[in-house]
């Protein structure tokens, strides 16, 4: 399973590979984890505590974790450090002629304050395109690439969650050199 | 000079701010109503106050920033006070004159005031006449008067709204290629956030502290300061880091300070809790704006004093006395948990809390409306709470704060209490190297540390393989297993389990 960060161009290669326990009857006591990160084997021991949460003892650090699968997402904490991981799944990196990203999501949840471009507007790398205010703060998202504004998908005064689809581009109209689609994964 | 207990406070805000004012309403006899948006149905705050009314939607203006439906909130329930917290309409003249109007006592300072002091630029002025240092700055701005006034004292420059607050409506700017769109975009973030544009110009210190004097004025005519807080670290020119006292500021420095707080207060006509704000830079001290509201660090000054500020205001509002301040003893430092992700530039986050651990022990304080299940929207400011820890010196106040936001654990919303932590450890801070640009010189970039991932990524590929063990007996509530998300989207840990069932199973 690849596993991404919102934000994050890193990917993690993740696979809980087995959990043993002593006792099927104990569901308290600790049980040995062994999981691959990025092709490495991480050995752990996992106590699950009654609060929920567990103890993972790893490289003689202890560490109370705690995780959950949301619908589009996985939350995990560990200690005071607290992520939201996508699942990467199947999804291809394919990137149409050479744009940068193909479509602008929403990176948090907000109101898009002003669209500042419209359908079939070519754009240049830099260009701003849509101001969003979450928390009274504004943020203005910009174009990565050159590129042809093919459809907007919001409006101003639209409350947008975190990773809804804003904009979509499409490639400017020179050639895009000729590319192997990336495996795809699963 | 008249006396008027209060027999019911209506707290016009939210949070963990509503939470702090109710306690000490409380504490004083006073009973309390809570006022909520619908999306805070649930909150902390509708729970623990005697009352509560719904006043609105859950966008701000139309509920928390709504004076009509605070005040309609504050007469069906027959309040006779109301307090406005911090952020919203506290620091709103027409609101005070509002509750005024409605035969009720309005806990802050009267409506003038305010508005002669909660202006920026009226409030420059007003230092400035009393013989208080102000820095260099251009209170009446246009595109020509601006280019001029940079002309003359360089950039960088600093663009700030007269009726800001909170790091809003501020924009710094480096160049004069920048300095008009700055202008626009300061006076239209000013304009949503505040409903006034006017925007000002100063000139930016390169590295200055922000220090800050805690005033409590009555009707009586007295007047005290409860020291000083150093409030310098920030991101986004909203503090995230206080601590009172101001490490290594001279003695001379400080009572300098603390008479101009005092000089601008009694000038002004204060009345009740404020907080007079200045910018330390190389031995010199500059009036920078005055805060007519509780700030969201008091608890800071009340660990140092052993005081409560709320009480204060209470009872001033009620027409007594201040009391006579108490020898501050030690160090106290603040850490704000923000839902933001400090490793992609402070980017808001939202969640649901689906399990919380908050720490305790000697020192400790957490002022906070998070609990199991909160659900933090994007409606709102994204504060989670407030982490304050005590301790004989820095030291052990520091060692304490370290500890504490290690115990800190918080699953379903991105925040900042990792990141908060490795500040506070760190050499810089310990050092005390104190300035507004804290953050920028000694964590421009931060991530976790490899073996802090690595503990992220085993949680991971625990809860996305479903949890630990999907077969575990059905006696065993507490273990970790896998289920499937619940019609709101929302899960408890790994699956099924947690405390997370109001009433429990029966079972035990």
């Known amino acids: ?186 | 000079m008249k006396r008027r207990p209060l027999n019911k406070l209506l707290v016009a805000n939210r949070g963990e701010i509503a939470l702090r004012i109710i306690r000490s309403a409380r504490l004083l006899g006073i009973a309390t109503v809570a006022v909520y948006s619908e999306a805070d149905a649930d909150a902390a705050h509708v729970a623990a106050a005697d009352q509560a009314r719904l006043i609105g939607p859950p966008e701000a203006s139309e509920s928390y920033l709504n004076i009509a439906a605070i005040i309609e909130a504050a007469r069906a329930t027959d309040a006779d006070a109301i307090h406005p917290g911090y952020g919203f309409l506290s620091e709103r003249p027409e609101f005070a004159r509002a509750v005024g109007e409605a035969g009720m006592v309005f806990v802050g300072p009267p409506a003038e005031v305010m508005a002669a002091l909660g202006d920026k630029v009226a409030a420059r002025r007003l230092a400035a006449d009393a013989g208080v240092p102000v820095v260099p700055g251009l209170e009446t701005v246009d595109d020509r008067t601006a280019e001029q006034f940079a002309a003359r004292v360089g950039f960088p420059l600093m663009v700030k709204a007269a009726a800001g607050g909170g790091g809003r409506g501020m924009r710094l700017v480096e160049a004069q290629a920048g300095l008009a769109e700055a202008l626009a975009a300061a006076s239209r973030e000013a304009k949503a956030a505040f409903g006034d544009g006017r925007v000002f110009l100063e000139k930016y210190l390169a590295h200055p502290r922000h220090i800050e004097v805690q005033i409590l004025a009555d009707q009586h005519g007295v007047v005290v300061a409860l020291g000083e807080r150093d409030c310098s670290i920030q991101r986004r020119h909203q503090k995230i880091i206080e601590e009172s006292p101001a490490p290594g500021l001279d003695d001379s420095l400080r009572g300098r300070m603390v008479e101009a707080a005092l000089k601008v207060a009694r000038v002004a006509g204060y009345r009740n809790a404020g907080t007079m704000e200045f910018l330390v830079d190389g031995g010199e001290f500059y009036f920078l704006e005055a805060n007519t509201r509780l700030q969201v660090e008091h608890p800071v000054t009340e660990m140092r004093y052993g005081c409560d500020l709320v009480a204060e205001q209470l009872r001033v509002a009620m027409g007594e006395r201040v009391s006579e301040p108490a020898a501050p003893r030690g160090v106290a430092i603040e850490c704000r948990i923000y839902a933001e992700d400090a490793e992609h530039n402070f980017r808001p986050a939202t969640g649901d809390a689906l399990y919380l651990n908050l720490p305790a022990g000697p020192g400790v304080r957490i002022d906070t409306h998070l609990v199991t299940g909160a659900r933090v929207t994007a409606f709102y400011d994204g504060l989670l709470g407030k982490l304050i820890c005590w301790g004989a010196d820095r030291e052990q106040a520091r060692g304490r704060m370290v500890a504490a936001l290690g115990e800190f654990s918080l699953l379903g919303v991105t925040n900042t209490a990792a990141f908060l932590r490795e500040v506070i450890a760190s050499e810089a801070f310990g050092d005390a190297r104190l300035s507004t640009r804290f953050l920028e010189e000694f964590f421009p970039r931060w991530s976790p540390d490899g073996e802090a991932l690595e503990c992220l990524l085993v949680a991971a590929a625990i809860a996305a393989g479903g949890g630990l063990g999907a077969a575990q007996s059905a006696s065993s509530r507490g273990a970790l297993s896998g289920g499937s998300a619940t019609g709101h989207g929302r899960r408890s840990p790994w699956g099924e389990l947690t405390g997370f069932e109001p009433w429990g199973r029966g079972e035990r």
């Open chain 1, 1 to 186: 399973m690849k596993l991404k960060r919102q934000g994050d161009a890193r990917e993690f290669e993740v696979e809980l590979l087995a959990q043993n326990r002593q006792n099927d009857t104990d569901a308290g006591a600790p049980r040995a984890i062994r999981i691959t990160i990025d092709g490495r084997e991480v050995a752990a021991t996992v106590a699950p505590m009654p609060d929920g949460s567990a103890i993972v003892e790893l490289g003689g650090r202890r560490v109370r974790v705690a995780g959950a699968r949301l619908r589009s997402s996985i939350v995990v904490a560990a200690g005071p450090l607290a992520a939201e991981f996508v699942v990467v799944e199947g999804r291809t990196a394919h990137r149409a002629g050479g744009l940068a990203a193909p479509e602008v999501d929403a990176p948090m949840p907000g109101k898009v304050l002003k669209v500042l471009v419209s359908e079939g507007q070519p754009v240049e790398h830099g260009d701003p395109l849509i101001v969003l205010e979450a928390m009274k703060m504004e943020t203005t998202l910009y174009a990565e690439s050159p590129a042809i504004v093919a459809k907007i998908c919001v409006e101003a005064g639209q409350m947008v969650d975190h990773g809804a689809r804003l904009i979509e581009l499409s490639p400017v109209a020179t050639p895009a050199r000729p590319r192997e689609p990336p495996p795809q994964d699963d």
